[in-house]
RNA sequence: CGGGACGUAGCACAGCUUGGUAGUGCGCUUGGUUCGGGACCAAGAGGUCGAGGGUUCGAAUCCCUUCGUUCCGACCA
């Protein structure tokens, strides 16, 4: 049990990249295309992007979010009109230039995200404090022009949702940010099992054209922080450029204040990361495609696949998500290749259990098995995944507790973040303080952190200024 | 965008130094025996050697160009 059983993984703890990597591949969630930097999510890497979907989906709308969907292109001209968000956007961007057989003149930007394409519908559409709020969130994927990519992590196409929303009032739309900052926190702790570090960023680390950006951050086995999630609140910024007004109750004509928000299939990559051991994938049970798989042990024999099936089918209707596997290979096979694809049950129904009226359960995280009396199997699969949810976040947040370590110097900052994990820093608030640590540790700060208020100095560990911020830095991917 | 490594069957690789019939393991197909931790036997299928150009009687092998993957930096979800 304890040696690994599978020689085409690379071992974490040898080459965490590679091994990132393999898991990909190995676990079937995505394949190279020819064209770098753009992968096929495969079904079972897309089968857990749509229950991110269908988790936020539901949450978006219960806050009265709708979806739309925008142009794939954006007009050089509209794009250049917001100085600061292009200059943010414009070294990466890919732009088609022709069409049929003759050049565009306004060249047509593949779009990097849709800021611009969502203002200047807004300016048609509103008119009136009577049209506000407004809550559009698209999915959709982006281009963006990498130099280097990784599957998940950085592509130069990847799949996101941005909701882009417009209130009339500062206080509505930043609330909104946050709303959403702790919709994507709930994602972590409900369905990914990741706790995330949540909080304002810094203003060298804001999004271009943004007035406050707020991320969620988590933490990888190799100590390596991973920006998960992003939202913004825009103050009025984009209004003016775009000419967004509404004429409000009295009369005045006035910008109106707007956020934005968005996750990406980066997720699937924190997931791996998060979660991921030296046999592969682990995923979190609400966010696996499939939550049980069923396999027969010598299933030719008389009665252990229609057995094999009746479980299914009534796992299926207490409203699992299992497959069963009878395809001829043998059970250790299938052991080993659902180990790596991250099923958090498998279910082992034999000529022995058929005998005993039980099954036996495997759990994923953690290898341990029991067998299960025949009309317990519903309740008893249902008590696993959520004890193994529970076990895998509870990990997780032992990992990061762990892996906070307040700094007062720059050297014990270098120390931790070279380690890996976050050093919680007393800040001055100076942007050359914060270049430093960049330069000297590669470390960049992931955000100021919402709910944590411990003061445990009064001085910037850099320059030694008055400092009464908390800034977490660490090494990013 | 800089530096390194690598592209040969689905995958992992050998062959290249010293040019001369395209190989090995796994996987795949068919049949049989198996089946509680990646089974076994037998018979098969599968490759314009990443692409383009050059040298040569002859190129996987030598030269040039290019595309891709990957790792390490700089930049970003």
């Known amino acids: 049990m304890e040696t690994n059983k599978n020689e085409a993984i690379t071992s974490r703890d040898i080459d965490f990249a590679k091994w990132y990597t393999d898991v990909c591949r190995k676990a ?57 968000h292009v200059e943010g956007f414009a070294p990466e961007t890919l732009i088609a230039t022709i069409g049929g057989k003759s050049k565009i003149d306004d060249p047509l930007i593949i779009r990097p995200t849709s800021e611009v394409l969502f203002c200047e519908h807004y300016a048609r559409i509103i008119s009136s404090h009577r049209d506000l709020p407004k809550l559009y969130n698209q999915w959709c994927s982006v281009v963006r022009w990498e130099k280097t990519t990784r599957p998940f992590l950085r592509g130069s196409e990847f799949l996101w949702q941005e909701g882009h929303t417009i209130f009339a009032t500062e206080q509505e739309a930043r609330q909104n940010a946050l709303d959403v900052l702790d919709i994507y926190d709930d994602l972590g702790s409900e369905l990914l099992a990741i706790p995330f570090v949540k909080g304002l960023k810094t203003d060298k680390e804001r999004f271009a054209g943004a007035r406050e950006t707020y991320s969620i951050e988590a933490l990888m086995h ?32 006035r ?73 001829d290979r043998t059970p250790g096979w299938k052991y ?40 317990n199997i519903e309740n008893e699969v249902n008590h696993l ?41 007393m800040w001055c608030g100076e942007r050359g303080c914060e270049d ?38 660490a090494k990013a991917y």
């Open 222 to 253: 190799d100590g390596k922080a991973l920006q998960s999630g992003t939202t913004h609140y825009f103050g009025t910024g984009f209004a003016e450029v775009f000419g967004i007004t509404y004429q409000g109750k009295d009369n005045v004509l």
């Open 28 to 84: 079937e969630l995505m394949d190279y295309s020819s064209v770098k930097g753009f992968i096929i999510y495969r079904p079972y890497g897309y089968a857990i992007w749509e229950q991110i979907q269908n988790y936020l989906n539901g949450r978006f709308k219960a806050i009265g979010v709708q979806n739309v969907y925008m142009p794939l292109v954006i007009p050089e001209s509209l794009f250049n009109k917001e100085k600061e």
């Open 436 to 473: 430093k640590i960049k330069e000297m540790t590669a470390a960049t700060a992931r955000c100021m952190p919402h709910g944590d208020h411990n003061h445990f100095d009064n001085k910037c560990a850099v320059c030694g200024k008055k400092a009464d911020k908390i800034v977490y830095f």
């Open 336 to 375: 080993a290749e659902y180990e790596m694809k991250g099923v958090p049950l498998r279910l082992e129904i034999g000529p022995r259990d058929l005998e005993k009226g039980q099954v036996v359960i495997a759990r994923r995280v953690n290898g341990k098995k029991v067998f299960v009396a025949n009309e």
């Open 385 to 425: 995944l959520n004890e193994t949810h529970d076990e895998m976040y509870r990990k997780a947040k032992e990992f990061l507790k762990t892996h906070i370590i307040e700094v007062k110097t720059l050297e014990e900052l270098k120390k931790v973040v070279d380690e890996g994990g976050y050093a919680k820093m």
């Open 255 to 327: 910008n109106p204040h707007q956020a934005s928000w968005g996750v990406s299939t980066r997720l699937i990559g924190s997931i791996i990361m998060v979660h991921g051991d030296d046999n592969g994938l682990v995923l979190p049970p609400f966010v696996a495609p499939t939550q049980v798989i069923i396999i027969p042990i010598q299933q030719s024999k008389e009665g252990i696949l229609t057995e094999a099936e009746s479980i299914k089918a009534r796992l299926e209707k207490a409203g699992f998500r299992v497959s069963l596997d009878d395809s």
